[in-house]
T-cell receptor, first 114, second 110 residues
């Protein structure tokens, strides 16, 4: 398996623009997690899905953030409108069995909002 | 919700020495405690994990201990090598989501 795939790897956008991050989990994994990593706040869980259903979105910072998982092999994290404080590395991770098992992280998307 | 505290935030050791990183958690429902290593510019990767029914687990030079009563767990790295230099994260999970500590930057000096 190619592992968790994320795109784009780098994104530079201007404040106010819409940003869409994409993730393809490992085939057969039933959990998908979206994390944000910054120096100030560390590794934060934004939302996670089980069998394509959002289970806990309490980490989503505000209404500007939304996430979807239309099928078992694809998920998106959208920020609209983007702000400079959204600049971070966004990781997608997947696992078989949930948080009680190893999570496999993607390479991350480095987002810069100017 | 769960709160995980990790100490120290930075740790510098001489090659060959041991390194110990400690974490505490707050939710007694947590039953899975993984440790991830993140090299500069890379993704976090699992290096060892432990479940609540086990007190200690070892894998070559790394070991993890868990004290459920005190709600703390520790990572031990023996005979450190320069390639052990990275950020290490502990986490606690109740089987659903995982809560991560803030990370420890380990530097191993040759």
């Amino acid at each position: 398996d190619a592992g968790v795939i994320q795109s784009p790897r780098h994104e530079v956008t201007e404040m106010g623009q819409e940003v869409t991050l994409r993730c393809k989990p490992i085939s057969g994994h039933d959990y998908l997690f979206w994390y944000r990593q910054t120096m100030m706040r560390g590794l934060e869980l934004l939302i996670y899905f089980n069998n394509n259903v959002p289970i806990d979105d309490s980490g989503m910072p505000e209404d500007r953030f939304s996430a979807k998982m239309p099928n078992a092999s694809f998920s998106t994290l959208k920020i609209q409108p983007s702000e400079p404080r959204d600049s971070a590395v966004y990781f997608c991770a997947s696992s078989f069995g949930g948080g009680g098992y190893e999570q496999y992280f993607g390479p991350g998307t480095r987002l810069t909002v100017t | 919700g769960e709160n995980v505290e990790q100490h120290p935030s930075t740790l510098s050791v001489q090659e060959g020495d041991s390194a110990v990183i400690k974490c505490t958690y707050s939710d007694s429902a947590s039953n899975y405690f993984p440790w991830y290593k993140q090299e500069l510019g890379k993704r976090p990767q699992l290096i060892i994990d432990i479940r609540s029914n086990v007190g200690e687990k070892k894998d070559q030079r790394i070991a993890v201990t868990l004290n459920k009563t005190a709600k703390h767990f520790s990572l031990h790295i023996t005979e450190t090598q320069p390639e052990d230099s990275a950020v290490y994260f502990c986490a606690a999970s109740d089987g659903g989501k995982s809560t991560f500590g803030d990370g420890t930057t380990l530097t191993v000096k040759p």
